[in-house]
């Protein structure tokens, strides 16, 4: 679903450790899924997308799950870096727009 | 140019008076968005584009705001008699047609408004 200036929720992770960033789409007719990452001061940026005939999908150090029957989307991602403390966003692409998700704020933990 | 470039970076205006920001998203883009962000909260969007139309203008809050898109490029964002609660990030995204691989939108870096 889209954000509409809702407080984000917010994940506390331990460096070193793996974080599971979730996400629940709205559109069952979405077939292309994204998560962007939005540093401070900055616009979002891309980290990772998957087509809707796949269940996951792995890059540098991120994994990411889809389940169409929950309509749920989750980005997880590997030994995590103090660089990775950002905001994350998954957006859904339905017959013709990009929809975004309301965010999670990532801090790490020294 | 490489990515989306919007202008001006920041912009501060008195209250009733009225703003354009500009969008220049990358070449060959059809698809453009201009979303909303205020101060740690999520993105609110506000309208989208395909070439110069705009089929969904669902989001744009109040008859004081508008926005066009010419020659399938640029795009303005025009906000009325600006109020205090316009203050916000306005975020603009172009991505390419299609709706594959490689058609993730791209985001430029934003209009910081604030409303004095």
């Known amino acids: 679903g889209e954000s509409v200036g809702l407080h984000l929720p917010t994940l506390s992770v331990q460096e070193g450790d793996n974080s599971i960033i979730n996400c629940a789409y709205s559109?069952?007719?979405?077939?292309?899924f994204i998560w962007y990452k939005q540093e401070s001061g900055k616009g979002p940026q891309f980290i990772i997308d998957?087509?809707?005939?796949?269940d996951k999908r792995q890059g540098q150090r991120v994994t990411v799950l889809l389940n169409k029957t929950v309509k749920h989307l989750s980005l997880q991602i590997a030994a995590t870096q103090p660089g990775d403390s950002a905001v994350y966003f998954c957006a859904e692409r339905g017959d013709y727009k990009l929809s975004f998700g309301a965010g999670t704020t990532v801090t790490v933990r020294a | 140019g490489a990515g989306v470039s919007q202008s001006p970076s920041n912009k501060v205006t008195e209250k009733g008076k009225d703003v354009e920001l500009r969008c220049d998203p990358i070449s060959g883009h059809t698809a453009l968005y201009w979303y909303r962000q205020s101060l740690g909260q999520g993105l609110e969007f506000l309208i989208y584009?395909?070439?110069?139309?705009?089929?969904?203008k669902s989001g744009l809050p109040s008859d004081r705001f508008s926005a066009e898109r010419t020659g399938g490029s640029v795009s303005t964002l025009t906000i009325q008699r600006t109020q205090q609660e316009d203050s916000a990030v306005y975020l603009c995204?172009?991505?390419?047609?299609?709706?594959?691989?490689?058609?993730?939108?791209?985001f430029g870096q934003g209009t910081r408004l604030t409303v004095v």
């Open positions: 559109n069952s007719a979405s077939d292309y």
């Open positions: 584009f395909q070439g110069n139309s705009a089929p969904d």
């Open positions: 995204a172009s991505s390419p047609p299609g709706k594959g691989w490689n058609t993730e939108a791209f």
């Open positions: 998957i087509r809707s005939n796949m």
